[in-house]
């Protein structure tokens, strides 16, 4: 079959990113001078209802914490104007599933509350930094349209959203930062606030190794402050060579279990939506691989990248991890062997059969580096393995033994 015009893959993030918690962020915001509400982490009714009283404040918001947006929308955020609100709040939040339009259908449950006084809210802004791949360096989005989602704004009035690039070496310019902070028409008398407010959030995202920032929504007050009162952090997985503290903020159960298993083999997985399990090694091998089989009708489950220097070890733990996920129903193994030999996968991928009950289909293609002696290990293992010669006829024999099975 011809491989004619663009395949549509799903997305594969151009960096792995850790997230963090809303109450975590507002930590680190505090630390880098930036302002956001009085506020306690919590993780049972009665803690909510102890930080009520401590807070001193009418209003306050109790809000669930995960690692998904439309917490809000979900059910996620309530308001409080008593100690007995506040611990009815989180007994409805607190060991319970919150659905959001980020969590999927099974929701995520909420083992953690951040409780902060309320605000007196005069105007809601949004801002927002990321990386621009195409500009290769980040930049910061700034609109007046905020508690708003920014993809609706960008949808429906992109004029609305204003840009400022900047170099991580210098941080966002004080002009640049004057300009977003008016363009978006904050008052005058808190442009200046503003506006360092701005400074601060690159400075931040530049030295914490950020890949995300993203405060929807910024506010201005009635007592005349500009203050977070949402806090989004994401950071580059890449950099927490230089990042020890990061250990401490990673939340587990907020990852795919699987991801999980990954990281500890140094593996890079990425769960996706459809039922073949993919195992490759490198990136570009990888997205190449998930082209080809959706190009032949079938859908990637998975992007599992083993590297250039995996052992028998990780190989059985990444085989181990595919077959873990209870809607994979057929697997290919698509090895390019470089750095990475063919024979060490060979004997990875015996291994692991070995050691589970495998019950679907099980395509493997190997090509270079003891590409022989690999194949003859295959061969020899008595396994129920289906040999493919080259990318095109492994994507065809997966997808047609998945649709079979």
Known sequence: MPRTGPISLPPIPPTISMKIHEFQAKELFARYGLAVPAGRECKSADEVAAAYDALSTELCVVKAQIHAGGRGKGGGVKLVRSADEARAAAEA????PLITHQTGPEGQLVRRLWIEEGSDIQKE????I??????????????????MEIEEVAAKTPEKILRAGFSPGTGLSDDDARRLAEG????GELALQAAEFLTALAKLFCEMDCSLAEINPLVTTGDGKVMALDA?????????????????LRDLHEEDPKEVEASKFDLSYIALDGNIGCMVNGAGLAMSTMDVIKLYGGEPANFLDVGGGATTENVTAAFKILLSDANT???????FGGIMKCDVIANGVVEAVKQVDLKVPLVVRL???????GREILENSGLPLIA????????????AAVKGA
């Open 93 to 96: 939040m607190l060991g319970k």
């Open 125 to 128: 802004y949004y801002i927002g």
């Open 130 to 147: 990321a990386v621009d791949r195409e500009q290769n360096r980040p930049v910061m989005m700034a609109s007046s349209e905020g508690g």
């Open 184 to 187: 978006i028409g904050i008052p």
């Open 232 to 248: 989004k952090i994401n950071f580059d997985d890449s950099a927490d060579f230089r990042h020890e503290e990061w250990a401490a």
């Open 329 to 335: 129903l057929g697997v290919l193994v698509n090895i």
């Open 367 to 373: 090509e270079g580096t003891n590409v022989e002696k």
């Open 388 to 399: 493919a010669g080259d990318l095109d006829d492994a994507a065809q024999k997966v997808c």
